[in-house]
């Protein structure tokens, strides 16, 4: 058994990666230890879980309800279940607080994602985290990042050696293949809020995706190839590829997650349930 922290911001984290990642350490025996950065209860963002609001017409009151491109983006229904059952777990209902966390108090640490500016700027540029983060790599201990939780990895930098702590590790992260393609139908389906999906935004003189979660992690590493993608070759490369399968508790052929010694990383929710499973029988290697 293993204590693991997921820490997360006050609002907007994904509720996939959260709750079907707790739902699974917990069913393995794990304790999971939740921290937001005041001590209050986390909110994911809502429109995963209900959809509403990701139609051209979610912005009208009686319309709002009928849902076309909200079924296909928000979290499936694994997870919808998971989150409504974590809501009532009392770890989740009483998290510690950041600036009181000690990575020598835990075993593990899992970093989930979310893509709303508004909530998720806090966690990936709170210089707490990214200490705290860099702890964790540092003592060698099991750490499990998905989604824009990667770039919170990439921004941290080890006290020793003074590069990201994923400099000359191999991951994988949301790519902008994907950002790119959820951004550009959010821009339109929602076109009174077209930033939605991404979490930061090129400045006139950067190129296309310069600030894109792949690409701010491949700057990181220790050279490009070290960012991994489904390789053309891969066994059901076209589910893993879509943009639209999600795995399950009993199908993982759309999720793609590398690992590389004692880290694993995987690109979005539709990864969440075989990231989460690889993640927590990463403890009983070591025991």
């Keep these: 058994m293993a204590n693991v922290l997921i820490p997360l911001p006050s609002r907007d984290s994904d509720?996939?990666?959260?709750?079907?990642?707790?739902?699974t350490l917990r069913k393995d025996g794990h304790v999971v230890v939740f921290a937001t950065p005041d001590g209050r209860r986390a909110h994911s963002d809502e429109l995963m879980l209900s959809g509403l609001g990701l139609d051209p017409w979610g912005w009208l009151p009686g319309l709002r309800r009928l849902r076309v491109v909200g079924l296909v983006l928000r979290a499936n229904r694994d997870a919808r279940q998971a989150y409504a059952a974590m809501r009532d777990d009392a770890a989740f209902r009483s998290p510690r607080r950041w600036?009181?966390?000690?990575?020598?108090?835990?075993?593990?640490?899992?970093?989930?994602?979310?893509?709303?500016?508004?909530?998720?700027?806090?966690?990936?540029?709170?210089?707490?985290?990214q200490q705290l983060v860099a702890a964790f790599f540092d003592a060698g201990k099991p750490v499990a990042a998905i989604c824009h939780g990667v770039l919170l990895a990439a921004r941290s930098r080890s006290p020793v050696t003074g590069k990201s702590v994923l400099f000359g590790r191999r991951?994988?992260?949301?790519?902008?293949?994907?950002?790119?393609?959820?951004?550009?139908?959010?821009?339109?389906?929602?076109?009174?809020?077209?930033?939605y999906y991404r979490t930061y935004s090129e400045a006139p003189d950067q190129?296309?995706?310069?600030?894109?979660?792949?690409?701010?992690?491949?700057?990181?590493?220790?050279?490009?190839?070290?960012?991994?993608?489904?390789?053309?070759?891969?066994?059901?490369?076209?589910?893993?590829?879509?943009?639209?399968?999600?795995?399950?508790?009993?199908?993982?052929?759309?999720?793609?997650?590398?690992?590389?010694?004692?880290?694993?990383?995987?690109?979005?929710?539709?990864?969440?349930?075989?990231?989460?499973?690889?993640?927590?029988?990463?403890?009983?290697?070591?025991?």
């Design 15 to 23: 509720p996939s990666e959260v709750a079907v990642s707790w739902q």
């Design 99 to 129: 600036d009181e966390l000690n990575a020598n108090d835990y075993d593990g640490l899992l970093l989930p994602g979310g893509h709303r500016a508004r909530g998720m700027r806090e966690y990936l540029e709170s210089p707490v985290l």
């Design 171 to 195: 991951t994988t992260a949301l790519t902008w293949a994907f950002e790119k393609k959820a951004w550009m139908t959010t821009r339109i389906t929602r076109f009174w809020d077209p930033h």
């Design 207 to 287: 190129t296309d995706g310069y600030m894109s979660v792949q690409q701010e992690v491949t700057r990181a590493l220790a050279g490009p190839a070290d960012f991994r993608d489904v390789p053309h070759n891969a066994k059901d490369h076209a589910r893993k590829t879509n943009g639209i399968a999600r795995d399950s508790v009993t199908d993982d052929s759309p999720a793609f997650v590398v690992r590389d010694g004692s880290y694993l990383s995987a690109r979005w929710p539709g990864d969440v349930h075989r990231f989460a499973r690889e993640f927590s029988a990463m403890f009983g290697e070591s025991t």
